[in-house]
């Protein structure tokens, strides 16, 4: 039975700048798709959709004590490499790419729950091995094979950038729980071997996208045409920005996926340097914060699963703007709270309820 007193407890002020992100990324959306002619849903009205449910979910999980999810966390990571598994065999083929499983009108894409499913496995595992020297090589084999797995199913999909993103969570999950140092230099090793060797690993347009980072330019009209158009976007914001609904690049469509990938690069025209300022501090907030709840959680299981939601929302902040800018390849990473996405919204609205669960229960035992 859920307790009223623990409502006493309730982190406002972080679902108030999770909130406003994610107003924030509506109206940007509004923009991005204004000069659009459908006769479909809008798509900023399909995310205010979106934003509800998941604040819906969050809610719903914040009834459930989090600690109950410790023993349910591998049954959730069987169910979730199931759904991986049949992503590849009756899943929806979309550009090349096979990512969904069709529900009805809704469209499933297991791996962005394997994100949270990671960090739910990797929270009980590393909760339960904690060890004063670190953790060694060979207790790392079990959450290696853990992260390993789904990994390789989301590449074969193919879906690199969700595939990286599970690895840097899992793997920012292994370094706090904390590693001998001869197991970061084997692990170093290892990485760079295996960068070495997955080149060969990677399709066509995948190569494309990494010489098209290193140089941009010898492809202007081919595959260095999104990272071009959206620098162009970035760079012409100013500092004060062009106005709302007034960027040359997104409103004469010269920006392509504007509402998903490069939605940052319309806020960027839009607002100037100073409106991306004030974005970025309240990402930081929304980091920073979660680092905090984590610090003060009741049990090790909630101290894992804060941080993991947080090394979650902080590598798609890192990935998508670093795409954006030039900094990254392209590799279709989606910015938490702000480009347009179902599933996406879903996912991080499940870490949010996760995060607002341990902050409310840090004083019960």
Sequence with gaps: MFDRRLMTHMNWPYLLMICLVAGIGIANLYSATSSWSMAAQPVYLKQTYWLGIG?????????????????????????????????LTVGRTSMGATRWISLGGFNLQPSEIMKVVIIL????????????????????VLPGLILGIPALLIIKQPDLGTAMLVLLIGGSMALFAGLRRSTLVWLGVCGLFGAVGGWFLLHDYQKRRIMTFLDPEQDPLGAGYHII??????????????????????????????????????????????????????YLLI???????????????????????????????????????????????????????????????????????????????
Excluded at 60 to 72: F, G, P, Q, S
Excluded at 237 to 247: A, E, I, N, R
């Design 55 to 87: 604040l819906f979910i969050a809610a719903v999980i914040c009834l459930i004590d989090y600690r109950h999810l410790e023993y349910l966390s591998f049954p959730f990571y069987g169910g979730t490499l199931l759904l991986l598994v049949l992503v």
């Design 121 to 140: 496995a990797f929270a009980r595992y590393f909760s339960e091995k904690a060890h004063v020297r670190g953790l060694s090589l060979r207790e790392l």
């Design 229 to 282: 158009q959206s620098k162009i976007a970035v760079g012409s914001g100013g500092f004060m920005g062009l106005g709302f609904m007034k960027g040359t690049q997104s409103q004469l469509s010269f920006l392509p996926e504007r509402h998903t990938d490069f939605a940052f690069s319309v806020f960027a025209e839009e607002w100037g340097f100073f409106g991306c300022l004030f974005l970025l501090l309240l």
């Design 287 to 365: 980091i920073i914060w979660g680092l905090h709840i984590a610090q003060k959680a009741g049990d090790r299981f909630g101290m894992f699963i804060a941080f993991g939601v947080s090394a979650m929302l902080f590598w798609h902040i890192v990935v998508n703007l670093g795409m954006v800018i030039g900094l990254l390849p392209v590799v279709g990473v989606p910015l938490p709270l702000f480009s347009y996405g179902g599933t996406s919204m879903v996912t991080t609205m499940i870490g949010v309820g996760l995060l607002l669960n341990v902050s409310m229960r840090r004083f019960t035992f």
